[in-house]
């Protein structure tokens, strides 16, 4: 697998992301992965605020559930725990900027142009962002919406190297690809918001299981910290 980030110009609100897109990628291997920075998925849908003073509300009406801590509001948003409802100032000129309306919905529109266009069957897209985990420095990818491959990988039923067969294990592969992704296209001010996994290992498939990433909050392993906020 190789990752390969690629430098742009400054992607501006409004643009068209197809016409972007197309402008840095001409060909792309069978069995890539193509990797969306979310911010200028956002930024082409218009989905930025001049008030920044108004960033709480726009936390609160974005978010499913809120809760203000020292440093940051802890937010769940599209079934998923982020800080400040994923709303970042950071590259955005002096406004605010959103997630996107449908990151499932854009990368799946993307695959199938993709696809056409560039004349590939094995595909993958994401729609990536940064995101947290709790007791851990630093920020890690984390895929908001992907097609065309399975984004979950269970090993249940298979057995280890000594025959134990598996009775929970899956790998979240989506936002590992995000993640490896992350660590080439960066943070600041790099400008490299689109990256190319290649001989991605992952089961390309046509359709994508929106949901097969989420699980209910009562099956999940700090369900007990959840109680503790209720």
């Known amino acids: 697998m190789?990752?390969?980030?690629?430098?742009?110009r400054i992607f501006r609100e409004n643009e068209d992301l197809n016409s972007f897109i197309f402008k840095y990628i001409k060909k792309i291997p069978e069995s890539s992965i193509l990797v969306v920075a979310s911010k200028i998925v956002a930024l082409s849908e218009g989905r930025t605020s001049?008030?920044?003073?108004?960033?709480?509300?726009?936390?609160?009406?974005?978010?499913?559930?809120t809760w203000k801590?020292?440093?940051?509001?802890?937010?769940?948003?599209?079934?998923?725990i982020m800080a400040d409802a994923g709303i970042d100032e950071s590259n955005a000129d002096k406004k605010l900027i959103l997630l996107p309306k449908d990151s499932f919905r854009t990368a799946q529109k993307l695959h199938k142009t993709?696809?056409?266009?560039?004349?590939?069957?094995?595909?993958?897209?994401i729609i990536s962002d940064s995101g947290l985990l709790p007791l851990r420095n630093g920020v890690i990818g984390m895929a908001l919406g992907y097609a065309?491959?399975?984004g979950v990988k269970s090993y249940i039923g298979q057995p280890d190297i000594f025959g134990r067969k598996f009775v929970y294990s899956k790998?979240?592969?989506?936002?590992?690809?995000a993640t490896a992704a992350a660590i080439c296209m960066g943070e600041g001010r790099e400008r490299q918001p689109l990256a190319v996994i290649t001989d991605a290992p992952a089961d390309f498939v046509r359709g994508t299981k929106r949901g097969e990433l989420t699980i209910n909050p009562k099956n999940d392993v700090y369900a007990p910290l959840f109680d503790k906020l209720n």
């Open 148 to 150: 065309g491959f399975q």
């Open 114 to 125: 993709l696809c056409r266009k560039l004349k590939i069957k094995n595909l993958g897209v």
């Open 50 to 65: 001049l008030d920044v003073r108004k960033k709480e509300d726009l936390i609160k009406q974005e978010s499913d559930f």
């Open 171 to 177: 790998v979240n592969v989506a936002d590992s690809f």
């Open 69 to 80: 801590s020292k440093h940051v509001w802890l937010t769940i948003k599209d079934n998923t």
């Open 2 to 8: 190789e990752i390969r980030a690629i430098k742009t």
